[in-house]
């Protein structure tokens, strides 16, 4: 099984930025994709933004589409979301989570991290 932590999440005026890791054990990291997903107070648990397993696909919410640039370093089992433009409705908890394909839907996801708070104030 695969455990991810991740970090970087705190409080940014509108308009700054964050880049949030997510730190993934062993040395299978590279066989999954990796999806960011997020969920506001009293909404649902929403999908921002995922990776295919070499880094060569890509897909972005609308909502954060050339705001938001997910990446990820194989060599390093660490997988990134650069937030820029930061808007106080990307106020969430942010969750990283890998699947065996890339996807939208979070029941694609296997393996989840407990979480990073991001507060964009106005």
Do not use: H
Not at 49 to 55: R, V
């Amino acid at each position: 099984q695969v455990q991810l932590v991740e970090s970087g999440g705190g409080l940014v005026q509108a308009g700054g930025s964050l880049r949030l890791s997510c730190a993934a054990s062993g040395r299978t990291f590279s066989s999954y994709a990796m999806g960011w997903f997020r969920q506001a107070l009293g909404l649902e648990r929403e999908f921002v933004a995922a990776i295919s397993q070499s880094g060569a696909r890509t897909y972005y919410a609308d909502s954060v589409k050339g705001r938001f640039t997910i990446s990820r370093d194989n060599a390093k089992n660490t997988g990134y979301l650069q937030m820029n433009s930061l808007k106080p409705e990307d106020t969430a908890v942010y969750y990283c989570a890998t699947a065996r394909n890339i996807g939208i839907m979070t029941r694609e996801y296997d393996y989840w991290g407990q979480g990073t708070q991001v507060t964009v104030s106005s």
